[in-house]
């Protein structure tokens, strides 16, 4: 009865709009209708993220602030189903939902909704999907990740050089950093692993343990994490979960007098972490919501998938710490950057790392069959590992496990 009346409704909006997310004349700033489903809400950064860049898309393309409807601490689950449900029938003529977890569910909705626009953002099934009215995006996340770990790599070269290591800091010659993520997703091992790169470009000796907390929200459980990995010796601890939990745990560390710092993600950890935040990763996710509210009103297709990093200014990191990062840190990451930018630096070259010994030659980056093996979609060309190619898919796919880096849980 649910979808039926779903779908009467949809029919009836249509109907009375008389005109669709795909009509060539477009959408009239002022009368276009969104909507939003969040994981969770202003107290997570990763949401607050994605809603300041909704924000300014709709200001920046003229669209009025109380033409969007917010759902908040969506699960990724049916509710998320409800709330695109509850979206549409509520006249949204494009609606996003902003975890990759929503996904299938926005999936569902989008097909009996063929002309409302659904976004599934950091999703990966929209080109498979058969559908035109479902659309993938992500930033290029990886870019910011490497270029705080050269602030972090920065910052360990300089405590190696003045001595302030202990014994309990090093495994052998190699320096232990330590990182906390969400879940064992490519998304999360691209991203731990660009930052590992970042490090290991000013400080080559290093090796990396990653702590999952099975949460993409969790105080407790990524504060835990970081407890452990600095218990083992870990001098520097990076993060993609979307708490100050565990910014908050190394401050704490650092102050019962052990020398330890941090990287954050999504939000400037400094209030927290005052001592030992050095920097965060960050999106600015305003690129892709101005594109996608603009193709709206010029009645322009949205692309299944669409990414974009510093070439484009979709990616960056928050403010330097500069009374804890090392001297040189603000050249060196203008350095990186605009060589990011430019495509003179490639995070992911294949001769920088490797794979049980061997530098890797191919992977194939779609996955057709639902085993999460790649079948198809070959991304490295030239030695170079295209990571969220367009072409391929928006969402990350490098999920290889290179040496220098252990998976503890």
Not at 77 to 84: F, I, K, M, R
Not at 339 to 358: K, M, N, P, R, Y
Request: aromatic share 10%; hydrophobic share 40%; charged share 20%.
């Amino acid at each position: 009865m649910k979808k039926l009346t779903s779908l009467f409704l949809a029919l009836c909006l249509v109907l009375s709009l008389g005109v669709c997310a795909f009509a060539a004349d477009g959408i009239a700033p002022e009368d276009l209708k969104i909507g939003m489903v969040c994981i969770g809400d202003n107290n997570s950064g990763y949401d607050i993220a994605h809603i300041t860049g909704l924000e300014t898309a709709m200001e920046t393309v003229g669209v009025p602030a109380e033409n969007v409807i917010y759902k908040y601490n969506i699960g990724e689950n049916e509710a998320a189903e409800d709330a695109c449900y509850d979206l549409a029938d509520n006249g949204c003529q494009i609606i996003f939902t902003d975890s990759f977890g929503h996904q299938p569910f926005t999936q569902k909705v989008a097909g009996e909704y063929p002309d409302i626009q659904f976004v599934a953002m950091t999703g990966d099934q929209a080109a498979l999907s058969g559908l035109d009215n479902l659309s993938n995006a992500f930033n290029h996340t990886f870019e910011s990740r490497y270029v705080s770990g050269v602030v972090a790599g920065m910052k360990l070269k300089e405590l190696i050089e003045n001595d302030e290591l202990a014994d309990e800091n090093y495994d052998g010659d190699n320096v232990k950093i330590g990182y906390v993520g969400a879940f064992n997703y490519a998304e999360v091992i691209s991203g731990y692993t660009a930052f590992f790169l970042g490090i290991r470009s000013i400080v080559e000796n290093v090796h990396m343990d990653v702590r999952y907390t099975n949460s993409w929200f969790d105080p407790t459980a990524e504060a835990e994490a970081a407890n452990a990995l600095m218990s083992d010796g870990c001098v520097i601890i990076g993060q993609h979960a979307d708490s100050t939990g565990a910014p908050s745990a190394v401050q704490a560390y650092a102050e019962a007098g052990h020398t330890v710092f941090c990287v954050g993600y999504n939000i400037d950890m400094q209030s927290v972490a005052p001592d030992t935040a050095l920097t965060s990763a960050g999106n600015d996710w305003s690129k892709f919501y101005t594109y996608a509210l603009q193709c709206m009103v010029d009645g322009e297709d949205i692309p299944h998938d669409w990414s974009a990093g510093y070439s484009e200014g979709a990616n960056f990191i928050f403010p330097l710490n500069e009374s804890i990062v090392a001297e040189g840190t603000a050249d060196k990451v203008a350095e990186v950057e605009a060589a990011i930018a430019d495509g003179s630096l490639q995070v992911f070259d294949c001769s920088t790392f490797t794979v049980e010994g061997e530098h890797p030659e191919s992977f194939l980056a779609i996955d057709l069959d639902g085993d999460f093996v790649g079948d198809e979609g070959e991304a490295i060309k030239d030695g170079i590992f295209y990571e969220s190619d367009p072409e391929l898919r928006s969402a990350p796919y490098f999920s290889l496990i290179i040496d220098g880096i252990t998976e503890l849980s």
